[in-house]
């Protein structure tokens, strides 16, 4: 079975500062691992994902995550905030199974981030 | 460029009604879900669809049913809604190269 724990329900930060969202998973078979945001009122869309090879993967919004195989981590990284990154963001892990194709999207609690002047 | 369509955005129900979430996808994806939003445990998967007339449940499948009868609609019926079933619902269609796409959602209300 495959789960996300995502380290703090809430996060704050100053505007230029340095964001980090911790995101660990657990899984039997090699990862593919993702970040989503939710703005307000609004579904969610795609940061970045991690599937093989490389695993500092850049996404958009000048946002990052380093995939750690031996800590079992990803977490996210932006080295200055803005006011815009306030939002919610999930983790989420899935798994190729081969002919069967790609496992369930399981999804952690979600890290609220809150930027402040 | 619609992508994933979900229809209504807010509804209200008394305890007993029935009602049916609508989704409608225009990218040919095969994979479809239904995920309810609740605070502080994320996203949780109800049912999901890996191709039309093809159906399973997710983690939480109690008091929902849902069909697919063709590739770009996976409709989410609640039978007899309950309060427990207040939440946001959102429905996602999944490309070949594992990339979920979700929809704006739907603000269900139960009373």
């Known amino acids: 079975a495959q789960s996300v724990t995502q380290l703090g329900s809430h996060v704050s930060v100053s505007e230029g500062a340095l964001v980090l969202l911790r995101c660990n998973y657990s899984?039997?078979?090699?990862?593919?691992l993702f970040w989503y945001v939710q703005y307000p009122n609004q579904g969610l869309q795609l940061l970045l994902k991690?599937?093989?090879?490389?695993?500092l993967v850049k996404g958009i919004n000048g946002f990052e995550a380093e995939f750690k195989k031996s800590e079992t981590s990803f977490h996210l990284t932006k080295p200055s905030a803005h006011m815009s990154d306030a939002a919610e963001y999930f983790c989420?892990?899935?798994?190729?199974?081969?002919?069967?194709?790609?496992?369930?999207?399981?999804f952690g609690a979600g890290t609220r981030l809150a930027v402040h002047p | 460029n619609a992508g994933v369509t979900q229809t209504p955005k807010f509804q209200v129900l008394k305890t007993g009604q029935s009602m049916t979430l609508q989704c409608a996808q225009d990218?040919?994806?095969?994979?479809m879900s239904w995920y309810r939003q609740d605070p502080g445990m994320g996203l949780r998967l109800i049912h999901y669809?890996?191709?039309?007339?093809?159906?399973d449940q997710g983690e939480v499948p109690n008091g929902y049913n849902v069909s697919r009868s063709t590739t770009e609609d996976f409709p989410l019926r609640l039978l007899s809604a309950a309060p427990s079933q207040t939440s946001v619902y959102f429905c996602?269609?999944?490309?070949?190269?594992?990339?979920?796409?979700f929809g704006a959602g739907t603000r269900l209300s139960v009373l």
């Open positions: 996602a269609s999944r490309d070949r190269g594992n990339i979920q796409y």
């Open positions: 899984s039997s078979v090699p990862p593919y």
């Open positions: 991690y599937t093989t090879g490389a695993t």
């Open positions: 989420a892990v899935s798994s190729f199974l081969g002919a069967g194709g790609y496992n369930k999207l399981i």
């Open positions: 990218m040919n994806h095969e994979y």
């Open positions: 669809s890996v191709g039309a007339g093809i159906t």
